[in-house]
């Protein structure tokens, strides 16, 4: 085995699939380029395995996972793959580069998954399940098996299962709650039971990986872990498919915190907690739940008398980990207009960012222009002005100005100047409201054929000046790409919104058709 020790039986390697089932998630689609950074910042604090990617599935898939393989300084890279030797192979090639690396290959082992997806008996599938294991085997000596749909597979053949896959060479067995339907007690009777029946257990780590349909993913691979499970499958935000997956931060939050009932350690440096919740968060323009646990917007916030008085007497009346520990720092600072570079950079580092060289000088300029125009700037205002400076900031099509005409008496017209790759393009639409204006206006410079599937608009902070902050979603050819925008201006914000789903979809074009032609054809701004 190639994964890391500490401390012996009680360290739970933590296996991070943010970059490959948090994408999953219907909207959470990253960019090349966004990946790189996630897959960066989670190799720097101290996750151990990287499942980078699903190299089968596109080539942009396999080009992220190449390059994180290429990129990793510590963590093990890990590729996903089906039963099929093509699959496998395609794995194996994408994971190469990487100093360690992992084939994590799957089947369906539960009756139902058997007969109506793979539509198989259970003696082919489980001759597959050696042939897979054999075969990934032969390009690493680190292979993962998983059991899909484990949780509701007949105990029997589950065991039959795991030990083939370890006698045909698996060093990592994952029973995974792939439709999140145990709870914390079944789950822990399914690990001990394995464990106990399967004769060459010893030969292997067993793993966890939970989904959250029923609310209790986190609970369950902690259960899985005191059943004598040593990896937990996870991702930050707890972001995935449906309900999402084990969120990260609580996990390894649940084990410092509770080290006298979950005597386990891992290697994750808790204090980026927040930034990797920021990055993942602004990436995939999902934004967190502002009561989520450990990284949510209130997890450290009081507003309560008796809790506030509780708070200043002694922080452990209400709160029973620091936010320092998550990489948040409590500040009564106040930004406005007058504060300078240093005080910009200083609440940006107690907010959980790190911006350097343009980044950090495009996010100052536009602070100060905020500034500028409100009385007041909060913390929110700042989050969502660097959300979205990190979320767009390798956008190919950016608004340049926009003027709106509005009032009773329509139709309303939007002029609206952008920047494509450098070229400057200016139309001018109508349309029925102003916001329908102006997305006619996009429609004119950038021609797609993206259904506008959501359009939501709140207000980031209180107060009429307050910025707000408009979430779209675009979707084409049964893919789903969601973006945010956020301005002191409703309609910036909207075109700001709709313009960053747009440049995501067109993201995985080699090239948006039609644009050349209208960058040539139409009014430069």
Known sequence: MTTPTQSGKDRVVIFDTTLRDGEQCPGATMTHEEKLAVAELLDDMGVDIIEAGFPIASEGDFAAVREIAQRSKNAVICGLSRAAFKDIDRCA???????????????????????????????????????????????????????????????????????????????????PDTVGYTTPEEYFNLFKTVRERVPNSDKAVFSTHCHNDLGMAVANSLAGVNAGARQIECT???????????????????????????????????TMLTRASKLVAAATSFPVQYNKAIVGRN??????????????????????????????????????????????????????????????EDAFVRFKALADRKKQIYDEDIEALVDEEIAHAHDRIKVLSLTVIAGTMGPQTATLTLDIEGKHVTTQSTGNGPVDAIFK??????????????????????????????????SEQGRSYTAKGADPDTLVASAKAYLGALNKLTSKRSKTPGIEQRIHSTDVG
């Open 93 to 175: 090639e994408a994971i190469k580069p990487a100093k360690r690396k992992r084939i994590h290959t799957f089947l369906s082992t539960s009756p139902v998954h058997m007969k109506y997806k793979l539509q198989k008996e259970p003696h082919e599938v489980y001759e597959m399940v050696i042939a897979q294991v054999t075969r990934a085997r032969s390009h690493t000596d680190d292979v993962e098996w998983s059991s899909e749909d484990g949780t509701r597979t007949e105990m029997d053949f589950l065991c039959r299962c795991v030990e083939a896959a370890i006698k045909a060479g698996a060093t990592t067995i994952n029973i």
């Open 236 to 270: 930050v935000n707890g972001i995935g498919e449906r309900a999402g997956n084990a969120a990260l931060e609580e996990i390894v939050m649940a084990i410092k915190t509770r080290n006298d009932v979950l005597p386990y350690t891992t290697g994750i440096d808790t």
């Open 441 to 474: 206006a996009i429609r004119a410079l950038v021609p797609h054929e993206a259904t506008l599937e959501l359009y939501q608009v709140h207000a980031v902070t209180e107060g009429t000046d307050a910025q707000a902050e408009v979430s779209v979603r675009l």
């Open 299 to 360: 997890a450290f916030a009081h507003e309560s008398g008796i809790h506030q008085d509780g708070m200043l007497k002694n922080a452990q009346t209400y709160e029973i980990m620091t936010p320092e520990s998550v990489g948040v720092k409590q500040t009564s600072l106040v930004m406005g207009k007058h504060s300078g570079r240093h005080a910009f950079i200083h609440k940006l580092e107690e907010l959980g960012y790190q911006l350097a060289g343009n980044q950090l």
